[in-house]
């Protein structure tokens, strides 16, 4: 289990830095602190590689949000 620290990009996405992803793998994300009360969506970004997260109403995401990730290879 990693917890990742929020960290914008300006589509307002955290850009999880996970080595060896791709996009078979299964991740399990809950909110960590401090807790906002909106929904997110987890996302395989095909054109960076890269797994994103970003708030489901699109807003700007809190710096300082936490995620905890979980992830399974397949």
């Given at each position: 289990?990693?917890?990742y620290?929020?960290?914008?990009?300006?589509?307002?996405?955290?850009?999880?830095?996970?080595?060896?992803?791709?996009?078979?793998d299964?991740l399990?994300?809950t909110k960590?602190?401090?807790?906002?009360?909106?929904?997110?969506?987890?996302?395989?970004?095909?054109?960076?590689?890269?797994?994103?997260?970003?708030?489901?109403?699109?807003?700007?995401?809190?710096?300082?949000?936490?995620?905890?990730?979980?992830?399974?290879?397949p």
């Amino acid at each position: 289990l990693d917890k990742y620290l929020a960290d914008p990009n300006p589509k307002n996405a955290t850009i999880l830095n996970i080595p060896g992803a791709g996009i078979n793998d299964i991740l399990i994300v809950t909110k960590g602190l401090p807790y906002i009360n909106k929904n997110y969506l987890v996302f395989w970004d095909s054109t960076l590689q890269v797994w994103k997260i970003a708030l489901e109403d699109y807003s700007n995401m809190p710096i300082g949000i936490t995620f905890n990730v979980m992830i399974i290879k397949p």
